[in-house]
């Protein structure tokens, strides 16, 4: 069982602020999925990483394997931006994602 | 761009009752998921669906629970004589040979049992 943490919980920021959201694993992956859920339930994908930095728009992804550790960063948030951020870790062979973080919900004032 | 579709949005069964959740994966995708979530828990991982047959299953996919893909375009999940506890959001996801261009997921079915 891969056990997945994700910190902090909850996180209030304001407009503009930059945003750090932390997940680590216990058990050697191929890949790390970052997801957003909207407040409404709907889930979307936003990286697929296994190694380095990836960036799309404002947010930045970037992963280290061997400390088994990622983290999402949203640079000058926004409150459309307020959604839970949900990590979940892709097993070695077969690419499937078996377990999910508890998530982040962010709450983005403006 | 290519979605994932769920339906229904919403159903409400009484329980004891078995019912039907449907999904119309990417055409063109090859591995199905279902997968749940409780209402404040975490996503949970159902069953994965591959090659016209389950390739994992996690322990909460007991004999209760059936996938299918009836017709070659549809994925459904049966659940057969519901319980309380298996109120949840239910997600659908498919994707392509190749994970790294990631995974799709429908809107979801939000499932009441009463």
């Known amino acids: 069982k891969n056990e997945v943490e994700q910190s902090p919980q909850n996180l209030t920021a304001q407009e503009g602020e930059f945003i750090t959201i932390n997940c680590s694993y216990s058990?050697?992956?191929?890949?790390l999925h970052w997801l957003q859920q909207h407040p409404g339930g709907g889930i979307v994908s936003l990286f697929m990483l296994s190694s380095g930095k990836k960036k799309h728009g404002r947010l930045i992804a970037t992963i280290n394997i061997q400390e088994k550790h990622s983290s999402l960063h949203i640079t000058a948030s926004h409150p459309r931006d307020s959604a839970v951020y949900i990590c979940a870790p892709l097993e070695g062979k077969t690419g499937n994602q078996f377990y999910f973080g508890t998530g982040t919900s962010l709450t983005v004032i403006p | 761009e290519p979605e994932v579709t769920q339906t229904p949005s919403h159903q409400v069964t009484q329980m004891g009752q078995e019912v039907i959740l449907r999904c119309v994966p990417i055409s063109n995708h090859l591995y199905f998921y279902w997968y749940r979530q409780i209402l404040g828990q975490k996503v949970e991982f159902l069953v994965s669906?591959?090659?016209?047959?389950?390739?994992?299953k996690s322990e909460i996919f007991d004999d209760q629970f059936s996938v299918e893909r009836p017709d070659g375009s549809n994925f459904t999940l049966k659940i057969r004589s519901t319980k309380l506890e298996d109120s949840a959001m239910y997600f659908c996801?498919?994707?392509?040979?190749?994970?790294?261009?990631?995974?799709?997921f429908g809107s979801g079915t939000r499932l009441t049992v009463v």
């Open positions: 058990v050697g992956i191929s890949a």
């Open positions: 996801a498919s994707r392509s040979e190749t994970y790294h261009y990631g995974y799709t």
């Open positions: 669906f591959y090659n016209n047959e389950i390739s994992e």
